[in-house]
């Protein structure tokens, strides 16, 4: 504990700071690789749905672009308004037939699933619209990829039946809808390297934290204060305890040769015995350095 109190601080803070960057800029370049189809597809389909909306009619060329692109979109489909299918980017043989025949089916606790009674081996599930959707169901790989990773999830797959998430948004001018089916895969060893990133991050924590704490009991040491207990404090309490550590020391003085702290009224350092404040040259009492007169006694003060 000596020896740690004797630390240089600045040194620590700055090897500290360098090596969290460090791994701060390496964490986030490992993963934007890592789920890189996946951050793409989203970006991406935040893109097509946007500019999609807002046109007439559908423009299909970019939407053939978008899922030839992205082998995570099995289809992409545009629908009339009487539900015929009039494009369709992939001819996978997912959706048969050239009407869209998919009904919302028995709900399953809250989320609407859609089947289509002449493709018992399929079903959609919507998907929230927002960009994470598809980013989701990278990381578990065990469950296999139809089973979205969340709590309000409820896609438990049926024995045969493969789940599609799917996402769609009309077009209001001529009323015409675009149907994305995703099919996500999980992205190899992503639970792995989320863990050793959540690892990193939290050694830095714990190391930020400890620093604080080490840094208030050096300092204490150093002040003459109880260099255990405010360690202790701050050890608990963190940046709390940090912060009345310091207005502590802020509302007492602090000597300028031995850096002892101590009340304000010490008009000499209790350790060292240097000369802290001003002294009344009637009565010999502690005066402020800005006083104009003697606390005391009522004596004027030089202006010094
Ligand atoms: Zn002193
Ligand atoms: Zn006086």
Redesign the pocket.
Known sequence: MKKLAKLNFKKAITIYLIAAFVCGIASATALGYLFRSKISLALDYEKISETDRRKAPAAYEDIAAFAEKHPEIAEALVLSVDRTIVFRAKDGGIVKGNVWAFEKAEEKRGRGRLTDPSQPGIALQWLDDDLTDPLRAVIDEREGHNRLDSEKDVLLEPINQKVYPIQSWHIRQNGETVVLLFDFRPVPRAALALRIVAAAVMLFFMLYWALVALWVYADAQKSKLRGETWGLLALFTNIAGLLVYLIYKGINQVCYQCRAVMGRENTYCTNCGAKLGET?A??G?AVGKHSGF?G??G?AQEEK
Request: include cysteine; charged fraction near 10%; proline fraction near 0%.
């Open positions: 009344c009637g009565c009492g003697c005391r006694c004596q």
